[in-house]
């Protein structure tokens, strides 16, 4: 082989190698991996190509004079190379994943079974809607779940995620708002708890309203009277998440309502927890207005690493004429997409949010989840979702800090008050987590408590599974309390890279690959 590693290079300048040096940069048989064309061994392929006839040049002269530059590798080379890529991932597949806030449930096989249909898997967007009448039904199908779940009358299913929804809603709010003013409405407040996911008041801010934060009172809960006093004529809208991202439910819910539209604003209600009253309350009956609901947290469908999702909005009578284009409709010769401005009737829709009709996919997933698990499965998902999260507070509770009293939803969240003096941080303790196998929970998030830990277990954890987390996760906190110190500040050992810079990682990321020759000319 060309290629031969040059064993004198340190693995990673700058980043401490885990536990002993090896001749390879190997841990036992966690595998260092080299770039694809680090990797390169010139003229080697894992594959024969039949030589190119000679052919009258159609180009112009615009036809490649150079190498084109890809590696040369064997078949065996590249199947190795991405399988020990693919293991680099952690994933619910894997182990336990306890991140807050973002519902990382088990993904049932069946659904991934129904989504390899030939007629889903093979589907085009472009075919014409005759021949791809039973992916319209499902679609409309998983609409009408979605609106029945909720309690709401319009559905958008383009979306592509819980923030892509959560821009539908904030821009049918702003044209119903623009609609009923005659023309720019001067509303352009919007009010947001202080322990709102990111997502809400940025999405407020691209849409062009100013953010206006509202106090949580000693219970982590939106305070109704310092809501109420934040009303007046130039309030849009108030975003607000049932459970909120505390892990709380929110019981004010419908004296909000009536004190936002009393004021003439609208209630946009963030639902990527929905996972947490699913199948028990409907949002609708609470007097919300529009509610992006995450399928691939709720309804399962894999997520992490960037996607994809799906965040089908619900609307009320009142936005529901601004619904995106296209949507669904059928009679009694079968299913049609709405997608011109012609077609749309009396309908004044934002427009469209996304190429073609959505994450089909994920739809397919998500509507067999429902089918399988039924009305009663769903109410299920949730109470399981809501005790596991109790018994974990509960059996953590004496020896960690909940940062608020009582029973939780989903999730419980706790801060480092238990830390105190032990010269550990929340990222310290997350990062002991690795060594004992364990993804750490979500951290300093909400932003409203110190060092906040938020740990969703969500439904589908077994009690075993919990035990093992609760037991790991109690002997960390005592050995933190006994004065332990050096066992959180030099964790992670165990892992192939231990502490990362990750503000120079988000500052000047290195996403480009430079032969080495490039890169020591660049350095000049
Ligand atoms: C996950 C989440 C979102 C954003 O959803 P994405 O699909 O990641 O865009 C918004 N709000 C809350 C409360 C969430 O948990």
Known sequence: MAHSRDLSRPRQAGS??????????????????????????????GVDLPNVPAVEARLGGLERRSEIGLPGLSEPEIVRHYTRLSQKNYAIDMGTYPLGSCTMKHNPRLNEKVVRLPGFAGLH????????????????????WLKTLTGMPAIAMSPAAGAHGELCGMMAIRAALDARDGGETPRRRVLVPESAHGTNPATAAACGFTVDPIPANDDGRVDVAAFAAKLGDDVAAVMLTNPNTCGLFEPDMIEIARLIHQADGYFYCDGANFNAIVGRVRPGDLGIDCMHINLHKTFSTPHGGGGPGAGPVVLSEALAPFAPRPWIVHDGDGFALVENDADTGDATPIGR??????QMGMFVRAFA?????????LSQVSGDAVLNANYVMARLQDVMTPSFEGPCMHECLFDDRFLDGSGVTTLDFSKAMIDEGYHPMTMYFPLVVHGAMLIEPTETESKRGLDDFIAVMRRLAESARAGEQARFTGAPEFTPRRRLDETM???????????????????E
């Open 505 to 523: 990682a988000a500052r000047k990321p290195v996403l480009r690959w430079f032969p080495a020759a490039e890169t020591a000319e660049a350095a």
């Open 125 to 144: 967007p472009l075919q014409p809607v005759e021949t791809a009448q039973g992916a319209l039904e499902l679609i409309d199908a998983t609409a009408q």
């Open 353 to 358: 949010l996304k190429g073609f009709h959505g």
């Open 369 to 377: 989840y429902m089918l399988s698990h039924g009305k009663d499965g």
């Open 16 to 45: 401490p190698v885990a536990a002993r040096d090896t001749v390879l940069g190997h841990q036992g048989l966690r595998l260092e991996e080299d770039l694809l064309f680090e990797l390169d061994s010139p003229g080697l392929s």
